[in-house]
């Protein structure tokens, strides 16, 4: 009897070691591969720029984009411009946690009307990091950390005139450009277009006003 009991203790030891080597052997929840990106670092997001001319001087209002309206109702509730007009708007796709550069030559922002070229301004915009994140409330929010804008624009210094007394040309302006520029960190929802900056520039108190939104690409 007292032999049956010895043998009856071993092997009880031996299934319950067995169990446990089994469960050891087990495979354990397949872990993602450290080269596999989550699929949220694979987001293209949609930045688009505009650049808004406000002025006093005596000039026609242009069309602007029905997105901009919240825009320029706030722009007329808080700044004293009696014109709006759209200079420029730009389209810039980005990925996720990405940087985002560009610079390109634009029409004359604050070019004299009597300037015979037009006088381009030469423009940069630059998105240091750009990401979509949660917001407070779980809410998703695109963040540009290091937003920056540059422009080099014209402005009058001075007007030459002619030598010639029988000449009846009038004379021409002289043209030297300013550069002007902002540097911020933004953080906004998908869609909803935010000023990001007033300039204010030119002798004549014009101002270009900075206006950016974001939006995950829909293709």
Known sequence: MFHKRIILLVCAIVICAGTQVALAQEPSTPQK??????????????????????TNRE????????SLQPVLTRLRDSMNFKHYNLAASLLNRVRH?????????????????????????????????VRLEKDANGRDVVQIVEFRFGSRVPIITAQTTTTNVTTNTAGFPVINYQPVGLRTDISMSEGVPVIAGTLNVGPSGDAIIVVVSAKRATN
């Open 97 to 129: 946690n990405g940087r985002l550069e560009t610079s390109w030559v634009g029409g004359p922002l604050l070019a004299p009307v009597s300037s015979p070229m037009g006088n381009p301004s030469f423009n940069e915009f630059t998105g240091g990091r």
């Open 59 to 66: 000039v026609e209002d242009g069309k602007m984009p029905n």
């Open 33 to 54: 591969s450290a080269n596999v990106l989550p699929r949220e670092d694979e987001t293209n997001l949609d930045i688009q720029l505009f650049l808004i001319l406000a």
